[in-house]
């Protein structure tokens, strides 16, 4: 999974301090999306998404929470020459051949996830993302042979709520568009994730509004990592979770 990949390394550089009275603040990303568009609202980011492309604004005063002293960290992972898992969608299966994900994060407090956040994503991930921006931009291939564009948001916040739970927010949305400008498939995946103290009267679930429907083993050999709900190489949440279908 490339969301939270490659950032065992990333923390020993990004400066990881410990939280100020500031961090405990509750904020979140806020999103708006119809059949053509999404837009995303966050601490000190704008997002927009159509068939033609991705249009981030990013104020770095105002990204995350500045006070915490940690940096922000950006990285573009260069999907090329490398095997990814597909896209699979009602209209067709996707293949990876090309394309960039683009990252932006800041970490808040250096605290541990409550269950059921598995063992190897605190080892990979071991801070709260406030936020985290994801912006992916792919050419894949269909079945047939034929070439299409995916285009992803990749969001999540993630904080201490007032009364010393945990929350956690994870939205992806996409387009799959052919060549034609037309919209093939849309992604439309919301995670939620809310707890009291000590992660108690955990709950959690997603939200899908698309057409592009996925589980996977994530091979981390944990309980509950079986069966997670992903779309092509990135996923919701790190576990096995409830999927609600709202009415589109």
């Given amino acids: 999974m490339i969301r939270f990949a490659v950032v065992a390394g990333v923390v020993l550089g990004a400066g990881l301090m410990a939280p100020g009275a500031s961090a405990q603040e509750v904020r979140d990303v806020h999103v708006k999306e119809s059949e053509g568009r999404v837009a995303a609202v966050g601490p000190g980011f704008t997002l927009k998404l159509t068939r033609h492309g991705i249009t981030t604004n990013v104020v770095d005063e105002e990204f995350g929470d500045p006070a915490t002293g940690n940096e922000i960290v950006r990285q573009v992972i260069d999907l090329a020459g490398r095997t990814f898992r597909p896209f699979v969608c009602e209209n067709g299966t996707y293949t990876i051949k090309s394309g960039?994900?683009?990252?932006?994060?800041?970490?808040?407090?250096?605290?541990?996830?409550?269950?059921?956040?598995?063992?190897?994503?605190?080892?990979?991930?071991p801070g709260f993302v406030t936020p985290f921006l994801g912006e992916f931009d792919a050419t894949v291939t269909d079945e047939t042979g034929e070439t299409l564009r995916v285009l992803i948001s990749d969001l999540a916040y993630e904080a201490r709520t007032e009364n010393g739970g945990f929350r956690g927010t994870y939205p992806i949305h996409g387009f799959v568009v052919d060549q034609k400008?037309?919209?093939?498939?849309?992604?439309?995946?919301?995670g939620r994730f809310r707890s009291?103290?000590?992660?108690?009267?955990?709950?959690?679930?997603?939200?899908?509004?698309?057409?592009?429907?996925?589980?996977?083993?994530?091979?981390?050999?944990?309980?509950?990592t079986d069966r997670v709900v992903v779309t092509g190489p990135?996923?919701?949440?790190?576990?096995?979770?409830?999927?609600?279908t709202p009415r589109r």
């Fill in 100 to 125: 960039t994900f683009e990252r932006t994060w800041r970490f808040s407090l250096l605290e541990r996830r409550p269950a059921p956040y598995p063992e190897r994503f605190h080892a990979g991930f």
């Fill in 181 to 190: 400008g037309k919209i093939r498939d849309r992604i439309s995946l919301f």
């Fill in 234 to 244: 990135l996923l919701v949440l790190p576990f096995n979770s409830p999927v609600i």
């Fill in 196 to 224: 009291g103290p000590g992660g108690a009267n955990a709950a959690y679930w997603i939200e899908d509004r698309g057409t592009c429907h996925q589980t996977a083993d994530l091979g981390w050999g944990e309980p509950n």
